[in-house]
């Protein structure tokens, strides 16, 4: 697991292995031909994956209203747990004006019915699968037991499936390569999870997790959001109501018949997993949605706002600014990361979003003309993919909201010398089972092995090294960037985090200490195509 990294030589490495399997060009990756390695590499190419085209036509920007998710009612509150049901289900959406597209969903909705819970009061979800296919619920960023943490191959099956003694993997490298977990914990039709939700108060996402089959099922649909909260927060005088607004961004494609298009090998997501090799570093569509709904637009008072963006598309990356109609870039005030509040606000002109991060930030409209817009657009994005949504300015209004210059003091402050031990794990392409991967310290991911085991309460190091674009997360634990490149951290790296994006050629440092829970979790790349092609291993805490 071990791979000494010098950068320079890294780099090289990586580029040349590539350049040698041939598949640099058809990946979509830095394009090296007729290019040095550092010049390829300093282009910094924004995106890792393969844009697909939609066929049917695309609404104009800024007209569909931006829906906000139902809130999810409680089928019982008592003896201290909220209790709720969610039906896993095909349902007709739609998301286009007047095009109407199948979708597998929480309750009939994308994005699936948000959760809000209290910090220490537990939640148990009992999750019915009437979908055609198997799926497994993990909880992003929850400090949950291993029983609840959704393992990919923990399946609940849908009626008429093989029975649960006879389930196998296909693996990725196609119907030749089974593999068996002796470890699943597989129910039929249906399983409680239960999330103590013992954690700082934030943003939360639960999605899909099945073995193999993760990127196609969260495309389709499978995918909401959950909300911790305490009274502490609720006491900062932040932005609320309904001046607080999550945005679920996600991109995606339409066929011609107004379904969702995705490049998969099994499109019926029963067999064979992985995606046509055009695709293989990500799918990326030409249709951003907010919420669900294509470039939306919202009407706001002239006040503060506390936006609450989750990054849940499989492989795009966003370079997130808000800009007036006069051309001025508005401060994007960072409160929060993936794991809560920050000790003090961070300031930002622009703000970069890799799948499954989240970011809480306060944008200040009181000075922006009644009547006039302000849009969000990614930076990174080219054409019609650098729009996101639009707030419509609609009227002057009283605002009472702060920013306090302390958000909170509980922050761990993990040490380097604290650490019982530093892992170095490299993020890389490779082969897999005779076909291509993508692989955690050379291997690709095999539920029956053990890669990382640690010690309940161990502080450790990680220094994670990247080929292309790689979101790293890890379950269960939140973390701190400790450095970039072996420089500081970024602006946005603040706070406590779960995911950490690894850019093209980079190595970064982290350190968290491993508490909570016995069991088998995951740590995996959060572009949901790499995942499903390999990029997992196993994190034992013992
Ligand atoms: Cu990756």
Redesign the pocket.
């Known amino acids: 697991m071990r791979e000494p990294y010098d950068d320079r030589s890294g780099r090289a490495r990586t580029v040349t292995r590539r350049q040698a399997l041939g598949i640099g060009g058809a990946l979509g990756l830095v394009a090296a031909g007729g290019l040095s390695v550092s010049a390829a590499l300093a282009r910094r190419t924004p995106f ?1 994956g393969a844009e697909l085209r939609s066929a049917v036509p695309l609404p104009p920007a800024f007209q569909v209203p931006l829906p906000l998710p139902s809130v999810l009612a409680p089928v019982s509150t008592s003896g201290g747990v909220d209790r709720y049901e969610i039906t896993q289900r095909e349902a007709t959406v739609e998301i286009l004006p007047g095009v109407r597209t199948p979708l597998w969903t929480y309750e009939g909705a994308f994005p699936g019915p948000t959760i809000e819970s209290r910090r220490g009061r537990p939640v148990t979800v009992t999750h019915r699968n009437d979908l055609p296919v198997p799926t497994v619920v993990h909880l992003h960023g929850g400090r949950t037991p291993a029983e609840s943490d959704g393992y990919p191959t923990d399946l609940v099956l849908p009626e008429g499936w093989p029975d649960a003694a006879h389930v196998t993997h296909p693996g990725p490298g196609g119907p030749g390569h089974v593999m068996h977990d002796p470890r699943a914990v597989v129910t039929k039709l249906s399983r409680d999870y239960t999330f103590p939700l013992d954690q700082r108060p934030t943003l939360l996402w639960y999605h899909d997790h099945r073995m193999d089959f993760t990127a196609p099922a969260v495309w389709r649909g499978l995918a909401g959001l959950h909300v911790v909260r305490d009274d502490a927060e609720d006491s900062l005088g932040l932005p609320a109501g309904r001046r607080e607004l999550p945005l679920m961004i996600a991109d995606r494609a339409f066929a011609a018949d107004g379904g969702l298009d995705y490049p998969a090998l099994d499109p019926s997501s029963r067999e064979r997993p992985g995606v046509r090799e055009p695709y293989l570093a990500g799918v990326l569509g030409d249709v951003i949605l907010v919420n669900g709904a294509p470039w939306p637009v919202h009407e706001i008072d002239a006040a503060r706002y506390r936006l609450r963006v989750l990054n849940a598309s499989n492989a795009r990356h966003y370079e997130l600014e808000a800009i007036t109609d006069d051309g001025r870039r508005l401060d994007l005030v960072q409160i929060g990361a993936d794991q809560g509040l920050l000790a003090a606000p961070v300031v930002h002109r622009s703000l970069p979003i890799a799948p499954a991060e989240r970011y809480d930030v306060v944008v200040d409209f009181s000075g922006v003309p009644v009547g006039s817009r302000v849009r969000v657009v990614n930076r990174l994005g080219s054409g019609r993919t650098r729009d996101v949504m639009a707030f419509r300015v609609a009227r002057e209004a009283t605002d009472d909201s702060r920013i306090p210059r302390v958000l909170s003091s509980d922050l761990p402050t993990w040490r380097r010398s604290d650490a019982v031990r530093v892992r170095d794990l490299s ?1 890389r392409t490779g082969r897999m089972h005779g076909g291509h991967g ?1 692989l955690i310290g050379g291997l690709p991911f095999d539920p029956a092995r053990s890669d990382v085991t640690t010690e309940l309460g161990d502080v450790e190091v990680w220094r994670l090294i ?1 080929d ?5 997360h890890l379950h269960l634990v939140g973390f701190r960037v400790l450095s970039r490149r072996d420089r500081p951290p970024l602006p946005h790296d603040a706070g406590l985090k779960d995911t950490v994006s690894l850019r093209p050629g980079e190595s970064v440092e982290i350190i968290t200490r491993f508490d909570g829970y016995r069991g088998r979790y995951l740590f995996h ?3 949901a195509e ?2 499903d092609m390999g ?1 997992m291993a196993n994190l034992e805490i013992v």
Request: negative net charge; glycine residues 0%; contains cysteine.
């Open positions: 890792t993020f993508w990247a292309v674009h790689h979101p790293v790349c959060h572009n790499h995942e990029m």
